[in-house]
């Protein structure tokens, strides 16, 4: 019931943009997404735009699903929602989030070299300004239930299991779209992070307001 709800008041998510850094698991992520739509009868385009990913930099992602998708890039300003490994990326891409678009945003910070190198501060407002542009934030502590999961690695299927009620998607069909992606060694710790973001947003989501924490 609270997917239903969440579906009629955001409308049907298409059109995903997924901002990381290099060696968070953007494109793992971008791949079970695209699974998980493939698997359920969508046409599927995806694509990868790397940044200095070897450094740290960014790496963006963009995967869309429909009857017919014609180009594999999310418009400027269009996404339906906006999946952010870490604080800063999430304040960098925003601008591609439609106005009142999903944010689902891990709270994570990895400070870039011109912070750790003194030239520049790391900002202290990715939630608030989130807030003013998201029709519902979603701030997850994605690194924390990664680890209490066992792998501290799997902190972006954790933001997917933040995600996924708003994804109209079964667990069977969730698990299936993990597996496809996540080694055989890792899938138990993997999906117990899944099942620990999504048990807690769904809790969350009974009062839910324009934020949930």
């Known amino acids: 019931?609270?997917?239903?709800?969440?579906?009629?008041?955001?409308?049907?998510?298409?059109?995903?943009?997924?901002?990381?850094?290099?060696?968070q698991g953007s494109i793992m992520t971008m791949r079970i997404l695209t699974s998980l739509f493939l698997a359920q009868g969508w046409q599927v385009k995806a694509s990868e735009v790397h940044g200095m990913a070897q450094r740290g930099g960014s790496v963006e992602t963009h995967v869309r699903r429909g009857r017919i998708v014609y180009s594999p890039l999310v418009p400027f300003g269009k996404a339906d929602m906006l999946l952010a490994l870490e604080q800063l990326e999430c304040l960098r891409y925003l601008p591609w989030m439609k106005k009142g678009g999903l944010c689902v945003t891990s709270d994570e910070r990895i400070m870039p070299v011109t912070v750790t190198l003194g030239g520049e501060k790391y900002p202290e407002d990715a939630k608030e300004k989130a807030m003013r542009k998201a029709g519902i934030l979603v701030w997850v502590e994605a690194s924390r239930i990664a680890r209490e999961a066992g792998n501290a690695r799997a902190s972006n299927v954790a933001l997917l299991g933040a995600s996924s009620p708003f994804l109209d998607a079964s667990e069977e069909e969730w698990e299936q779209a993990i597996r496809a992606s996540v080694s055989e060694k890792a899938l138990s710790a993997n999906m117990s992070a899944f099942c620990m973001a999504r048990e807690l947003t769904?809790?969350?989501?009974?009062s839910e307001g324009s934020a949930i924490e």
């Not at 998510?13 to 990381?20: E, F, L, M």
Request: hydrophobic share 55%; aromatic share 0%.
């Open 1 to 23: 019931m609270v997917e239903v709800a969440l579906n009629q008041r955001i409308g049907r998510i298409n059109d995903i943009v997924i901002a990381g850094v290099g060696g």
């Open 202 to 206: 769904l809790k969350r989501l009974i």
